[in-house]
């Protein structure tokens, strides 16, 4: 098989409608969990605000939360025809899950931290500063297509049961 029909094979594989529908939808609900931790550690909206003025360590909690959970989900429903059975083949998944997501991660973080710390924005809504909040979606949304690539091609492999 040449390059090219690689490339196209990943790309078909990538293409599919229904698995980024399934893909977003987890997303959503991973970002919602992730959202809520930000909100409740920094914005002092349910409790004091635990990590006020620290909306990195925050999302730190609220990321390797919400990574399980999408994980989880994904295995489950996304990418259930992919990837081996058994523990061993599943923590070996979540491991690589973790591994690959760290890439998205990685622009959601640098994105939350320009957003908070070159910006001298603050949003008071009932009480609380929802910037964090709303600077940490922002990121998550930028992370979400890098992460779909990285979670099918390298996670669960797509490519290789779809061509």
Not at 7 to 36: D, K, N, P, Y
Not at 125 to 152: C, H, K, Q
């Amino acid at each position: 098989m040449s390059v090219a029909d690689l490339l196209r094979a990943r790309l078909r594989a990538l293409a599919s409608a229904g698995r980024i529908g399934q893909f977003v939808s987890v997303g959503v609900a991973g970002a919602s969990l992730e959202t809520v931790i930000v909100a409740i550690l920094t914005g002092g909206f349910v409790v004091e605000a635990v990590l006020a003025g620290q909306p990195l360590l925050a999302k730190a909690v609220g990321a390797e939360a919400s990574i399980t959970l999408m994980f989880l989900l994904n295995d489950n429903w996304t990418f259930a025809d992919h990837g081996g059975a058994g523990p061993v083949a599943l923590v070996r998944r979540w491991l690589k899950s973790h591994l690959v997501r760290s890439v998205g991660l990685a622009v959601a973080f640098a994105t939350l931290f320009v957003l908070t710390s070159w910006t001298d924005i603050t949003l008071v809504v009932a009480g609380g500063d929802i910037w964090p909040t709303l600077a940490n979606g922002i990121g998550i949304g930028i992370g979400l297509s890098i992460n779909y690539v990285a979670e099918s091609l390298v996670t669960w492999r797509v490519h290789e049961m779809d061509t």
